[in-house]
């Protein structure tokens, strides 16, 4: 069974992939820390985050590796793997190492931005999970300070505003739910509450297939 998780920054999706990847014992592969990984690496080595063929060719070089998430998941990082994302080089890159996981025996829980619509249009469960972007920003802002970046609850929804747009506009692989996509909004959601749907829609989806 592949179930893709694809959603907005902080809405609650890579929790919820995790724990129904628990839940049903099988992998799990956060594809945002692929592209963190790149924006770091670019960042690392004082490339230009728009220079297409050399963020691509350190994309080339990312494989599946314990990520190290402490480094990864700085605000600084974020934005930088939003803007490479944007390059179709970097996308082509990650394309197949994405692809091959979603696709192993057994199946998968991937996250991200493209996996219903991209990645595995074959998937079994298609989930969009999104919140309204002032909860996003209030939970992304604590989830923030509590990594000890000095940042306002503000200067938080200016990013996630900016990220949303980024994510959204591009050309390649835009951030978008697939047509077949069942819908969460965690807004007011507890995260097992959250859980409880996507179970819920889990196991419909089981059981449309049995008979
Ligand atoms: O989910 P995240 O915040 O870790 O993702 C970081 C950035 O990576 C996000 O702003 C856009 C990009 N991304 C993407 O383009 N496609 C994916 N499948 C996952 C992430």
Redesign the pocket.
């Known amino acids: 069974m592949i179930i893709a998780i694809?959603g907005t920054?902080s809405s609650g999706k890579?929790t919820l992939a995790k724990r129904l990847a628990a839940q049903y014992g099988l992998p799990h592969l956060?594809?945002?820390?692929?592209?963190?990984a790149v924006g770091k690496a670019a960042l690392d080595a004082g490339v230009d985050l728009m220079d297409e063929a050399s963020c691509a060719a350190l994309a080339m070089q990312i494989g599946l590796k314990d990520f190290d998430e402490r480094e990864l998941r700085t605000a600084g990082v974020?934005a930088a793997?939003?803007i490479v994302?944007v390059l179709g080089g970097v996308?082509r890159a990650l394309f197949e190492l994405?692809r091959a996981f979603a696709h192993r025996q057994g199946g998968a829980v991937l996250?991200?931005?493209?996996?219903g619509t991209v990645?595995a249009p074959d998937a079994d469960v298609k989930l969009w999970v999104d919140a309204s972007v002032e909860e996003r920003a209030r939970r992304r802002f604590l989830e923030l300070s509590g990594m000890g970046e000095v940042v306002t609850q503000s200067e938080v929804l200016a990013m996630l505003k900016e990220?949303d747009a980024?994510?959204s506009q591009r050309k390649d692989?835009p951030?978008k739910p697939a047509d077949d996509a069942i819908w969460i909004d965690t807004t007011r959601m507890t995260p097992d509450e959250c859980l409880a749907r996507a179970i819920e829609i889990v196991e419909a989806k089981r059981g449309k297939k049995k008979t």
């Open positions: 694809d920054t890579g956060d594809t945002g820390l692929l592209y963190r974020g793997a939003s994302a996308r994405q996250d991200g931005r493209d996996i990645i990220r980024r994510d692989a951030m």
